[in-house]
């Protein structure tokens, strides 16, 4: 492990990119669950097969989309969470590397 540096502010960057991403995934979510909605006969009548076949089309379309993008989100989140903690255990094997250095100097003078 000698020798491996890792950029704590690229990690944090990640973070913050993914917090953007999540917020613009929410608009995905409300999008595809309201301003898709299709109310019964907006395509004809029942008495038009096509009609009720068309609207079950949709409504199956409009269901495997929002689960589409709650798979993406929960690997967002996923994923954010891992990095964050990533970020906090090198930030804490930083902190105390540098303090155990510092403890060594100090303790070694007295």
Same mark, same amino acid.
């Not at 491996?4 to 990640?14: A, G, K, N, Y």
């Not at 613009?24 to 299709?38: C, D, F, H, I, Q």
């Not at 409009?62 to 891992?82: L, P, Q, S, Y």
């Given at each position: %492990?000698?020798?491996?540096?890792?950029?704590?502010?690229?990690? *944090?960057? @990640?973070?913050? $990119?993914?917090?953007?991403?999540?917020?613009? %995934?929410? *608009?995905?979510?409300? $999008?595809? $669950? =309201?301003?898709? =909605?299709?109310?019964?006969?907006?395509?004809?009548?029942?008495? /038009?097969?096509?009609? @009720?076949?068309?609207?079950?089309?949709?409504?199956?379309? $409009?269901?495997?989309? *929002?689960?589409?993008?709650?798979?993406?989100?929960?690997?967002?989140?996923? /994923?954010?969470? !891992?990095? !964050?903690?990533?970020? +906090?255990? =090198?930030?804490?094997?930083? =902190?105390?590397? !540098?303090? +155990? %250095?510092? +403890?060594?100097?100090?303790?070694?003078?007295?």
């Amino acid at each position: %492990m000698r020798g491996t540096r890792v950029d704590l502010s690229e990690l *944090e960057e @990640t973070v913050r $990119k993914l917090g953007r991403l999540t917020t613009a %995934m929410g *608009e995905s979510v409300t $999008k595809s $669950k =309201y301003n898709t =909605y299709l109310p019964d006969g907006a395509l004809g009548s029942h008495r /038009f097969v096509e009609s @009720t076949e068309l609207t079950s089309a949709h409504r199956q379309m $409009k269901a495997h989309i *929002e689960e589409i993008i709650r798979v993406i989100n929960d690997a967002i989140d996923d /994923f954010g969470t !891992k990095t !964050k903690i990533v970020h +906090g255990n =090198y930030q804490n094997a930083e =902190y105390e590397a !540098k303090n +155990g %250095m510092n +403890g060594a100097r100090s303790g070694a003078g007295e």
